[in-house]
């Protein structure tokens, strides 16, 4: 009795402090664009994360089951919710498409309105396929070395079809890439 008491506190813990962890660790993925970023800021916020659940955890700790379970609830409910709500908030923080760079994200589709990509996130959720290695697909799958000359770079131009490239925006292939992908 008593091993079976300590075995399903483990897993209530587990639930508590698990659960915000996986959901709030990808937040930082919808804005930084490089993976050390990423996981240097994941690991922070999936430690503090950790600890709210932790402690949500101990309030829940002595208390009969039904209560428990509706702590439980109540917690869940407020982790997803504060992580869309986080997430909607980031989307409108970074207006400027990843691949691209322009100021170019349609508030609806998710989707840049110029290189009709969509957010990593989604890309993420759905492709077995890290964001660089992404990214480098689709950007030299975008722009093209012979088009530089005409105007169409990687920097260039600042604005097209209305769209305004993001000056804090960084490729991440190089011209000397596109040239030999391109030859
Ligand atoms: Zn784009």
Same mark, same amino acid.
């Not at 009795?1 to 813990?13: G, Q, S």
């Not at 009969?64 to 609830?73: A, D, E, F, S, Y």
């Not at 600042?158 to 030859?183: A, C, H, V």
């Given at each position: ?8 506190? #483990?897993?209530?813990? #587990?639930?508590?402090?698990?659960? $915000?962890?996986?959901?709030? =660790? ?6 930084? $664009? ?14 503090? &994360? ?9 309030? &829940?700790?002595?208390? /009969? ?16 919710? =504060? ?25 609806? =589709? ?15 959720? &759905? ?52 040239? /030999?992908?391109?030859?």
């Amino acid at each position: 009795m008593k091993k079976n008491r300590i075995d399903n506190e #483990t897993l209530w813990l #587990t639930m508590f402090t698990v659960i $915000p962890v996986i959901v709030y =660790s990808r937040l930082p993925d919808a804005y930084f $664009p490089s993976n050390t970023q990423n996981l240097i800021y994941s690991a922070i916020i999936g430690a503090i &994360s950790g600890l709210i659940g932790f402690g949500v955890y101990s309030i &829940s700790k002595n208390k /009969t089951i039904r209560t428990k379970i509706l702590i439980l609830l109540m917690f869940i409910t407020i982790v997803f919710t =504060s992580f869309i709500i986080s997430l909607s908030q980031i989307n409108k923080l970074v207006k400027s498409c990843d691949v691209c760079g322009y100021e170019a994200y349609d508030k609806k =589709s998710e989707e840049c309105k110029f290189c009709f990509n969509e957010r990593w996130l989604n890309i993420k959720n &759905s492709e077995n396929i890290t964001k660089e290695e992404w990214l480098r697909e689709e950007q030299l799958f975008l722009f093209e070395y012979d088009s530089i000359e005409n105007g169409f770079g990687l920097y260039t131009p600042e604005i097209i079809d209305g769209f305004r490239k993001d000056n804090k925006w960084k490729p991440i292939i190089t011209i000397e890439e596109l040239k /030999t992908y391109n030859e």
